[in-house]
């Protein structure tokens, strides 16, 4: 079954902004990898449609952070406090690991063929753990066990509205994407003379046990971003089906924007790329090429020189229609990454979801 027959099973058809979008609001930590994301085209994985009506969907993606990278290299402890990224700092922090589990709810209304309008509410469940700022020069006892702070991070993030247009062609295959994604995730930071700005988590055990986790590590940015975005799919033969997609998302306001106490995600922008195998439509194998670019986080709240980079994913996968609903399942595998500074990066990531039809 092509993608644009629209009577096939979907999800969201915003789900492309809403999973690309979210890539913004999955804070990465001072130096764990804010490059990465969830750079998966959920649309993609299920199929296009026209088809007028409700749909609720339900995906959960899994990110382990724990390589330690620099540039297009795996990096070292030592390297991070005797060459931080900013020679000025004399030292740097050196991350351990950060485990983030997203679980995004979109709920979709489309009234006709053309018009479509998504509301996406992720959860963010994140284990963070760092064994902190180091002085230089490096000593090997700074990553011991016993250094090692951890954090958790649990609630909702910043929630999305999008709608698109697919109504520029009479084939419906071409679209477009616009919306905002909402400060509704709990932000904040703390300046250098501690006072605390938002409602922040905390670092809960290890020597810094008490301490402001960091800004870019909370369940939301204190931003309102702008979302712009667009996707094309076309069969090419009787059994497969091309896409490409791309979307670009940058912060206009921040609730955190006092001197000295400021915080900017940084702008960032997608390009997707896919074939799907449409011999049988309720088991469709398919793959993607995701890549992302991201410019560096602002603010006396950010890790400026940590946070840029790009990354590719290669992304085999698989949706099947059961009992009316479709599901889906992604390995991501990172082949490319060029990162600024020092970020842990994954070396897989996966998601999962689930989609029905009202």
């Not at 469709?284 to 602002?298: A, G």
């Not at 020189?305 to 590719?312: H, R, S, Y």
Request: glycine residues 10%; aromatic residues 8%.
């Amino acid at each position: 079954m092509p993608l644009s027959v629209s009577t096939a099973p979907r999800a969201s058809l915003p789900a492309i902004a809403a999973c690309l979008a979210l890539a913004a609001s999955m804070p990465g930590a001072a130096l764990a990898c804010t490059t990465c994301g969830c750079t998966l085209s959920t649309d993609a994985a299920t199929g296009y449609s026209t088809q007028a009506g409700w749909r609720a969907s339900l995906d959960t993606t899994f990110i382990d952070q724990k390589q330690l990278r620099h540039g297009r290299h795996s990096a070292m402890p030592a390297q991070v406090v005797d060459h931080p990224a900013d020679p000025l700092a004399g030292g740097g922090e050196i991350e351990s690991r950060t485990t983030s589990r997203y679980h995004t709810a979109t709920l979709a209304y489309r009234p006709d063929a053309n018009w479509g309008l998504s509301l996406v509410v992720p959860w963010i469940d994140r284990d963070h753990a760092t064994f902190g700022e180091q002085a230089s020069p490096f000593a090997p006892w700074q990553t011991a066990p016993d250094q090692v702070s951890s954090a958790h991070v649990d609630g909702v993030g910043d929630a999305k509205v999008l709608l698109n247009y697919q109504g520029w062609l009479p084939t419906h295959n071409l679209g477009v994407v616009a919306g905002v994604k909402l400060p509704t995730g709990r932000y904040g930071g703390q300046t250098d003379d501690g006072t605390i700005i938002g409602h922040p988590a905390r670092v809960r055990s290890g020597p810094a046990a008490g301490d402001v986790l960091d800004s870019s590590l909370q369940a939301g940015t204190g931003s309102t971003d702008l979302i712009v975005g667009a996707y094309y799919y076309q069969p090419v033969s009787q059994d497969y089906d091309i896409f490409v997609s791309g979307q670009y998302q940058a912060a206009v306001s921040q609730r955190m924007s006092r001197p000295g106490a400021d915080f900017r995600p940084g702008d960032q922008g997608t390009v997707n790329i896919g074939l799907r195998y449409e011999a049988h439509s309720d088991f469709v194998p398919q793959v993607q090429l995701n890549m992302l670019h991201k410019s560096r986080d602002r603010g006396a709240f950010a890790d400026v020189a940590n946070t840029a980079g790009t990354v590719a994913y290669l992304s085999p996968g698989v949706s099947a229609t059961v009992l009316g609903t479709q599901v889906y399942a992604f390995l991501q595998l990172p082949i490319y990454s060029r990162l600024d500074g020092y970020q842990l990066f994954p070396r897989w990531t996966a998601s999962i979801g689930i989609s029905k039809a009202f």
